[in-house]
């Protein structure tokens, strides 16, 4: 089975930038769908983007043009690069991965992201 391990979050001002990582461990990186969801408080956790092992990402509307989603599986890594940030993208931030043979999901312990002045 696979471990993953979130990292960059922290507290950013409006308009400003920042980027997260998730390290996998454990398992063969391009058998997993990799994607980052999110959990605001008091709200559900809903799915940010997610990037199969060579194809295309998806975005959720909110964050399209302002988010890329990217992975490297050469370093067992994957990243989101979030630009123009919004307090309304403060939320805990969650990698997963899942099997793309078991379909089974694996999460991460979660990093925050806050967004205010």
Known sequence: QVQVVESGGGLVQPGGSLR???AASGSIFSLYVM???R????KQRELV???PSGGSPNYVDSVKGRF???RDNAKN????QMNSLK???TAVYYCKARSVITQ????????????SS
């Open 20 to 22: 997260l990582s998730c």
């Open 35 to 37: 994607g980052w969801y």
């Open 39 to 42: 959990q605001a408080p008091g």
């Open 49 to 51: 983007a997610n990037i």
């Open 68 to 70: 890329t989603i990217s």
């Open 77 to 80: 890594v994957m990243y989101l």
């Open 87 to 89: 307090p309304e993208d």
């Open 104 to 115: 089974y999901a694996y999460w991460g312990q979660g990093t925050q992201v806050t967004v």
